[in-house]
């Protein structure tokens, strides 16, 4: 079954820099759009980036354009959310998303993996 496994989430300073991973397994990986939300406490969920299939696209929330860089090794079958000058209303749980359809632009779909939690504080 699909399996959505992220990592890399920590402390930091604001000003700081993490990148999160997300390993996909259970499906064709190359064949999906990928995508990032965060949910901040008290938040809704939100969406931060997403990524085609072979990552020529690439979409980002306003609020971390510019700071933010998604991309994805389908080699690995990993994509990779690097996030840069990091503010402390970055703090959320980040989650990985593969996308509704195959072999499609993204669209939100309904597998998500456990999140990684990014703490931005001083």
């Known amino acids: 079954q699909v399996q959505l496994a992220e990592s890399g989430g920590g402390l930091v300073q604001p000003g700081g820099s993490l990148r999160l991973s997300c390993a996909a397994s259970?499906?064709?990986?190359?064949?999906?759009?990928m995508g990032w939300y965060r949910q901040g406490p008290g938040k809704e969920r939100e969406f931060v980036a997403s990524?085609?299939?072979?990552?020529?696209?690439?979409n980002y929330a306003d609020s971390v354009k510019g700071r933010f860089t998604i991309s994805r090794d389908n080699d690995k079958n990993t994509v990779y959310l690097q996030m840069n000058n990091l503010k402390p209303e970055d703090t959320a749980v980040y989650l990985c998303?593969?996308?509704?359809?195959?072999?499609?632009?993204?669209?939100?779909?309904?597998?998500w993996g456990q999140g990684t939690q990014v703490t931005v504080s001083s």
């Open positions: 998303n593969r996308a509704r359809r195959f072999w499609s632009s993204y669209e939100v779909g309904t597998d």
């Open positions: 259970g499906f064709t990986f190359s064949g999906y759009s």
């Open positions: 990524i085609s299939r072979g990552g020529a696209n690439r």
